[in-house]
């Protein structure tokens, strides 16, 4: 449906292919022979959630992303305070605030215990602990699958308190029988608390983790949807992609779909494809959970936009799984938004979508031709973007530039 | 800080090569 027919400039796409379709497209094939999970949308048709009658709307979806976005900003500018108020169990000093999770999640399938026993997890590169609920639970939110049962695997153990893994993530104390208590508080205050534990994390049939330190939760509560958890994959040690650097090395890839019919990956090492492009990868002691790049620039049809360099230079850009779209500076979001317009003039405007500004009409057309947007990154590296990286389609008479601003980038 | 969202990569093999410092896009790494 996308051909190359403007040359690499630009996007020429089929009308009618725009819209994800209603069934589940096949899976892609594994591309390495180690750990290779399948990566769906969690509100699309190949979801293994059932809760697909009460999907979010699109803009329902943008509204809640600027809450991610909010808890990224207060995260980063270290300005989390614990607010006693905000702690929804009434415990006034939360162990670790987290991201808002957001409604964009992406879902993979892990096996836990022995016998393993499948569950649904959402992927999120912007937190470290990994959770299931489990029983026996005090306060469980209904999830796809039956709970985890420690009890039922041979292979479980509990944290105890006096563990390095326990003393790491700042718990929330000690159980009467020694048992390591976590809890994470969410951005959004979706939270989960547990006991600290020890099982066998299956990836795939032959492939597994013995001893994955993860929380088996008994309290949790918010936006988790159906989701029987979360893997993190933040940059902590016990996020999902250190306690695998051992076995697989020190680095994870994952491929998100192009729709929400289409299936992605993400496999565990750093094993990179032959064209891919590198930047540098960034930490920074504050925020050590998230995986920053530079960019430096934005092209649009190929030329490069007149972004000031200071405009970029600021603290960096985070790489998120679980924010939806992606906030730029004002100033080239201002520039962005000018250069893809001029583009596009030949088509109707269409309304604002949520955050989303830049909108058109497509109605009447059988293929549009679209300006392709490539970001440039410190060191050249230079990524075109697919076209459903270009433009947001709620609906085909409302087709959004799917970039937003970050609001005042001068503050 | 500018974030890099999920629509944007889209279809790219993303890469995260922790060992080496680096993170590294793939064109057409999935449909």
Known sequence: AVENGGGANWHVVSVSSLLPSAACGTAEKAASNSSFLSVVHRHGPCSPLLSRGSAPTHAEILDRDQERVKSIHRKHHGSSKTNPADASKGVSLPAYRGLSLGTGNYIVSVGLGTPARSFSVVFDTGSDLSWVQCKPCNNCYEQQDPLFDPAQSSTYSAVPCGARECQELGTQGCSEDNKCRYEVVYGDQS?????????????????????????????????????????????????????????????????????????????????????????????????????????????????????????????????????????????AYAALRSAFAGYMGKYKKAPALSILDTCYDFTGYKTVQIPSVALVFQGGATVSLDFGGVLYLSRVSQACLAFASNGDDTS | IGILGNTQQKTFAVVYDVGNQKVGFGAKGCS
Do not use: H, M, W
Not at chain 1, 215 to 229: I, R
Not at chain 1, 257 to 262: G, H, K, L, R
Not at chain 1, 300 to 328: H, Q
């Open chain 1, 191 to 331: 939270q989960t608390d547990g006991n600290l534990a020890r099982d066998t994390l299956t990836l795939a049939p032959s492939e597994a983790l013995t001893g994955f330190v993860f929380g088996c939760g008994d309290d949790d509560s918010g936006l988790f949807g159906k989701a029987d958890g979360l893997v993190g994959l933040g940059r902590a040690k016990v996020s999902l992609a250190s306690q695998a650097a051992a076995k697989y090395g020190a680095g994870f890839s994952y491929c998100l779909p192009s729709s929400s019919s289409a299936t992605g990956y993400l496999s565990l090492g750093a094993a990179a494809p032959a064209n891919a492009q590198f930047t540098s990868l960034l930490a920074r002691r504050d925020t050590p959970s998230f995986y920053y790049v530079n960019l430096v620039g934005i092209k649009v049809a190929g030329r490069a936009i007149k972004i000031p360099s200071t405009v970029f230079n600021t603290a960096g850009t985070v790489i998120d799984s679980g924010t939806v779209i992606t906030r730029l500076p004002d100033r």
